[in-house]
Each structure stands twice: as structure tokens, then as C-alpha cells.
């Protein structure tokens, strides 16, 4: 058997000049850390303006209190997975991605817990539900949320609040209409309008589009007739059909 040592030696030859443009890519796309400093930080909220507590400066602030900002570091020594693992510490950070650029910045993308119903329960329980289920704690941002109010342990925040508060935030007549719901002993909610002078009774949690959209068609085809204040008592309970109770007129 003849060995073709010119054949074998191109071979080698090409192995070796691909490896080697595989390194040089390699070290091209990667940033040169060495003298590189970070000059500046990118932080993005995702959904910052949707019922959010998370903004920029909050987490600037966070970052420099825990000494992981990094601007004027050098890049080689910004750890990303520390800076991640800081702000997943927070309540409301839902997750948390950090990368650097060969340009000296690092970039920030945070996704934040959105909460649908506040709760301030008769326990003196005071805390947000986000979209999960899960648990907020309260905080100084105020946040245009429904308030559920009553007899509501953390099970029933967790279960049936969340459904609820997540279908009227879905609805933009029924997150600007409804104020507050009010769970009575017994596990079925009342309803507070932010407008017409009148309660809303809407029995067990469920089934909730098909009871307001009987509502809806009642105050479009009954109170706007009628007048808003005429009864101070609306149930809706039951399919097919409202009951009202009139409001009691002052004797003069």
C-alpha cells in the first residue's frame, strides 16, 4: 500500500487552518475585557407600564445598595450571574437576564410579577395576588387595582380572587367600573361600582363573564333609563334573570 504523503500533508494543513479561523472567530466575537471599563447600564422592564411596581431608577438603586453596579468596573470583573441572582431576590422580579457588550454596557432584561387584585382582608391581611396566584407583598407604589376586601383567607385570594381579578383586568369596561369586591362569610362576593350609587351581587365567584354580561345589558338598557340611583341592591346572581332592590326614598 502507497501512502500519499502530499495528499496527507494538504489534509493536515486544512485541519489545522480550520481550527485556527475557528479560534480567530471565536476571540473576535468575544468583548476584550482587559482594559475594557463599563460606562453605562441598559435596564428594560418588560410590561413597565402595566400595572407594574419595578421602574429603572428602583432598580438602579437596588443594584448600587448591593454593590453590583457596575458602572466603572472593569468588564472582566462585572459577574452577571451575581447581578441576576440580586434582583431574582426581589418580590416583584419575575426573572432576570444580564449580559455585557463589547461596547462596555451591560444590559439588563427584567420580566416583573404583575399583580391583578389587592387584598386587605378582614385579618388585617394586606398583600397583592399576582397573575400566578402567588403572593406580593405590599408596597409604597399605589396601583390602580380592584381592592377585595372581607372575610378572605389566602386560599381563596389565591384561587378564586385571582380568576377574578385577572377577567377584569381583561375587560376595559370592567376594570375601570369595579372599585372593590367585598367576600362575605359565606364565600360569595358583593360588588362596589365606581359608578351609580348601588351594590352588585354576584353570589359564588364563578361564572363571572356571564354575570356581568347580563349586567352590562342591564345598565345599558335598564339604569340608563331607569336612572343609576334608583335601587341600591342589584343581584345577578342566578342565570336569566336580576333582581333589584329599590332604593327607600326619605319622607319629606
Not at 449580559?99 to 444590559?107: F, L, S
Not at 359608578?195 to 364563578?206: N, R
Amino acid at each position: 500500500m502507497t501512502i500519499n504523503w502530499k495528499h496527507s500533508a494538504l489534509v493536515v494543513v486544512d485541519i489545522v487552518l480550520a481550527a485556527y479561523l475557528v479560534l480567530a472567530v471565536t476571540a473576535f466575537n468575544q468583548p476584550d475585557e482587559s482594559d475594557n471599563v463599563c460606562r453605562e447600564v441598559n435596564i428594560v422592564i418588560s410590561d413597565g407600564a402595566v400595572n407594574g411596581f419595578l421602574d429603572k431608577e428602583e432598580i438602579k438603586t437596588l443594584l448600587q445598595r448591593t454593590r453590583c453596579y457596575p458602572v466603572g468596573d472593569q468588564m472582566s470583573h462585572v459577574d452577571v450571574r451575581a447581578i441576576e441572582e440580586q434582583l431574582l431576590r426581589n418580590p416583584f422580579v419575575s426573572s432576570a437576564q444580564c449580559y455585557k457588550t463589547q461596547t462596555g454596557h451591560v444590559n439588563i432584561v427584567i420580566n416583573q410579577r404583575l399583580p391583578v387584585i389587592r387584598v386587605k382582608a378582614d385579618n388585617g391581611d394586606d398583600y397583592y395576588v399576582d397573575e400566578q396566584g402567588k403572593i406580593m407583598p405590599n408596597t409604597r407604589f399605589a396601583s390602580n387595582l380592584v381592592i377585595a376586601t372581607g372575610s378572605i383567607s389566602r386560599q381563596y385570594a389565591t384561587t378564586a380572587l385571582k380568576a377574578m381579578g385577572r377577567f377584569l383586568l381583561q375587560s376595559p369596561l370592567w376594570s375601570s367600573q369595579v372599585e372593590q369586591l367585598h367576600v362575605l362569610s359565606d364565600g360569595t362576593v358583593e360588588m362596589v361600582p365606581r359608578v351609580g350609587d348601588h351594590i352588585v351581587y354576584l353570589g359564588s365567584p364563578t361564572n363571572l363573564e356571564r354575570k356581568l354580561t347580563r349586567l352590562e345589558k342591564f345598565y345599558k338598557y335598564g339604569l340608563s333609563q331607569a336612572g343609576w340611583n334608583k335601587y341600591s341592591y342589584i343581584s345577578v346572581e342566578f342565570d336569566n334573570q336580576i333582581i333589584c332592590k329599590k332604593r327607600k326614598t326619605k319622607n319629606m
